[in-house]
């Protein structure tokens, strides 16, 4: 389950973005090695996993070749959910009556991205419209857990997190409107953050209607906190009206006041390895100087989630009450009755914050016996990304999970004799 060194025929494969950008920066290697590189990933491994479901290789060479310009991921492949408009590429949104669907414009996020200097090699699985929390559409079949190809990577953004768990690209763009970045990076064994609403640039998916607010929004599936952040200082709205967060860099210098939500929104506790989990967890926060302190939802709206958070400064949960679930568990040709249940069952940690707007992550600092991450979720009050990720980067120094690769993974693949 553990590799930490590159491989003799990839040097680039355990590099996360900011280490493979920094190469392309020192004129080390080209963004072209990089794509071929990534390309190559993507083709020995993909068979089994089924994340990416659209290869842009040829229009990625061109871009590759074409000099990435001077953005600070310049150079860097990457891979893009089925749900975001880039102007000219597939966009199906899982669905099969959009299967030949291009998009004809690119959205402000997806502009951003371009900015960045990311290289764009491909579009990776969603579930139709991205709306439940496994990735099996019938329009181009399941994504697998690169940890048990049994298992499901969880969704909205299962392609995404498959993908970054295999090594294929060193991060993946996801969005979030219940817990579609937070569920995979917890079932995959990766980083995600969800931010707050407002903090973003636009991804032009319309709103819901009734003039109530998005609950969706956009970022990204990692290896490391520093990718996430760097990324996140990149596409935020430079209006938006939270105040500019910037890049954060640092670990956090202060102890905080945590809250332990070990129940989930339907009554009930996570099953017992993801509950022991959550304990583990508190127990390494409170190693690390912060005060956790067991407590419950404070439910009668979002205002008062957002009023709670006064109290404490992060509340920590799990973030699947279940380890990840077969395949075909949450099936969409279940009775409508018996697949809402489930997937309601499954995800009562996570809905919660984009209701409220407040940021949310998830981190893998757990694995159950049979060897399946547990993800841990922390949330902060609404425009608190800087107090999350200064959390998550003391979480990584203590508990460090970079070294972890799935069965199924590139590196784990390419070591085998």
């Not at 956009?218 to 910037?246: K, W």
């Amino acid at each position: 389950m553990v590799q930490t060194a590159p491989t003799a025929a990839d040097p680039f494969a355990t590099l996360d973005a900011t280490a493979q950008a920094e190469l392309v920066r020192s004129g080390q290697t080209s963004a072209t090695e990089l794509v071929e590189a990534a390309i190559a990933r993507i083709e020995a491994t993909n068979g089994a996993l089924n994340a990416v479901t659209h290869k842009l290789y040829d229009q990625a060479r061109r871009h590759a070749a074409g000099a990435p310009g001077a953005g600070p991921f310049a150079g860097v492949p990457f891979l893009i959910k089925d749900l975001l408009s880039m102007a000219g590429d597939p966009n199906t949104m899982g669905c099969r009556a959009l299967a030949s669907a291009v998009a004809s414009e690119s959205s402000p996020y997806a502009a951003a991205l371009d900015a960045a200097g990311l290289v764009v090699v491909g579009r990776t699985n969603t579930p139709e419209f991205g709306l439940i929390d496994t990735t099996e559409p019938k329009l181009f079949g399941p994504t697998h857990n690169p940890w048990d190809l049994a298992r499901s990577p969880a969704g909205s953004s299962g392609g995404a997190g498959a993908a970054v768990a295999a090594g294929m690209t060193p991060m993946a763009h996801a969005s979030d409107g219940g817990g579609s970045i937070r569920l995979p990076a917890c079932n995959n064994g990766v980083f995600g953050l969800k931010p707050s609403r407002g903090r973003n640039r636009s991804a032009g998916m319309p709103p819901p209607a009734f003039g109530l607010p998005a609950i969706g929004v956009d970022h990204a599936l990692t290896r490391s906190v520093r990718d996430s952040a760097l990324l996140l200082s990149l596409t935020e709205d430079p209006e938006t009206p939270l105040g500019r967060l910037g890049l954060v860099r640092d670990p956090l210098a202060r102890p905080l006041r945590i809250g332990l939500v070990r129940v989930g929104t339907g009554g009930q506790r996570a099953v017992a390895e993801v509950d022991d989990a959550a304990l583990s967890t508190a127990r390494l926060c409170e190693s690390l100087g912060h005060h956790v302190e067991e407590t419950v939802w404070p439910f009668s709206g979002p205002a008062v989630l957002d009023a709670f958070l006064d109290t404490c400064d992060v509340l920590l949960s799990p973030v699947l009450r279940h380890l990840p679930k077969p395949l075909g568990d949450h099936a969409t040709d279940l009775p409508f009755e018996t697949l809402f249940e489930r997937v309601v069952d499954n995800v009562a940690y996570t809905p919660v914050f984009n209701v409220a707007g407040t940021p949310a992550m998830s981190v893998p600092l757990n694995w159950s016996a049979g060897g399946l991450p547990i993800g841990s979720q922390f949330a902060a009050r609404v425009g608190g990304e800087a107090t999350l990720l200064g959390l998550a980067y003391q979480l990584e120094a203590a508990r460090p999970w970079a070294g972890r690769w799935a069965p199924h993974s590139y590196p784990a693949v390419a070591g085998r004799p």
